[in-house]
């Protein structure tokens, strides 16, 4: 427990909740205690990463649990990843079941860099990770059924919401085991109210498991934590660097 301690207090972690996970310190760790693909550790090393970020060291080990997290780290300080290495854990491998894993971003240029880190992370495994660039030629071309064809989706809430709007839906989220809401300060501030009711909108659609949630912030935003503390399930927050609460 004190060696635990020392790693966090080194390296910033600041963790509120019960049942802490204890960090991780090397990338090796997630195939010697949670079995983690070999070819997942092989692209790790091959994009050039050698050891976990502060935020990676908790929130990784917290989602392999399958904590509902909120996570507060600086900017570039490797959030993408924080999540991706759990889902692409999670989801093990691609199947047809539908849409398993949703991110959602403040904007098109972020969803898009998010979509691109999950190639790069998930290359050799086979999964259909989908980015809605243009809804409307997502209507045209692929419909409903598209979203069958996918495993994962990464997408701005405008557009996530547009299409979950018609009955019956143009994209079905019923096989959605993770959520996660990328850069939630943002979304949160941006038109107050208006975020929440798509985030409610867009979690109703997600029907079918027990989703489990995870919220990435670059900044320590109130609404943020109160909003998580109210609807995440035994929330683990996981803040690095200053003390600010
Ligand atoms: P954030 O979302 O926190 O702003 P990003 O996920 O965009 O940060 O990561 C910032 C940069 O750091 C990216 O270029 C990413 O490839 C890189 N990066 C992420 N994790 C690591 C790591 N463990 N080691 C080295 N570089 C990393
Ligand atoms: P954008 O989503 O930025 O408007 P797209 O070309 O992807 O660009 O959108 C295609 C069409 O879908 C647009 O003409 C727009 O009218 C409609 N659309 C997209 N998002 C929404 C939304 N949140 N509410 C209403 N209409 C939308
Ligand atoms: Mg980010």
Not at 31 to 37: A, G, H, I, P, R
Not at 88 to 105: I, N, S, T, W
Not at 108 to 114: D, I, S, Y
Request: glycine letters at 4%; a positive charge.
């Amino acid at each position: 427990q004190e060696e635990i301690n020392h790693v966090r207090n080194q390296h910033r972690i600041h963790v509120y909740g019960t049942d802490i996970p204890v960090p991780i310190v090397t990338f090796e760790e997630l195939s010697s205690q949670y079995k983690l693909n070999p070819q997942i550790i092989k692209n790790i090393k091959a994009v050039g990463y050698q050891i976990p970020t502060p935020i990676q060291m908790q929130a990784i080990p917290a989602m392999l649990h399958r904590r509902e997290v909120m996570a507060c780290a600086p900017t570039g300080s490797g959030k993408t990843a924080a999540f991706i290495l759990p889902i692409l854990h999670h989801l093990q491998e691609p199947r047809k079941d539908g849409l398993r894993a949703l991110v959602l971003a403040p904007t098109r240029e972020l969803a898009k860099q998010t979509y691109l880190e999950f190639q790069r992370l998930s290359e050799g495994l086979g999964f259909r990770i989908l980015y809605i660039n243009k809804t409307s030629s997502f209507v045209n071309k692929s419909g409903a059924k598209a979203s069958r064809k996918f495993d994962i989706l990464v997408s701005t809430p405008n557009r996530l919401v547009y299409l979950l709007k018609p009955n019956p839906p143009l994209i079905k989220l019923s096989s959605v085991q993770w959520l996660v809401v990328d850069e939630s300060d943002k979304l949160f501030e941006e038109g107050k109210t208006g975020f929440r009711d798509q985030l409610a909108a867009i979690y109703k659609a997600c029907d079918g498991h027990s989703v489990r949630r995870a919220m990435f912030s670059a900044t320590f935003a109130y609404d943020v934590e109160e909003w998580c503390k109210l609807h995440l399930d035994n929330v683990l927050q996981i803040y690095i660097g200053a003390r600010n609460t």
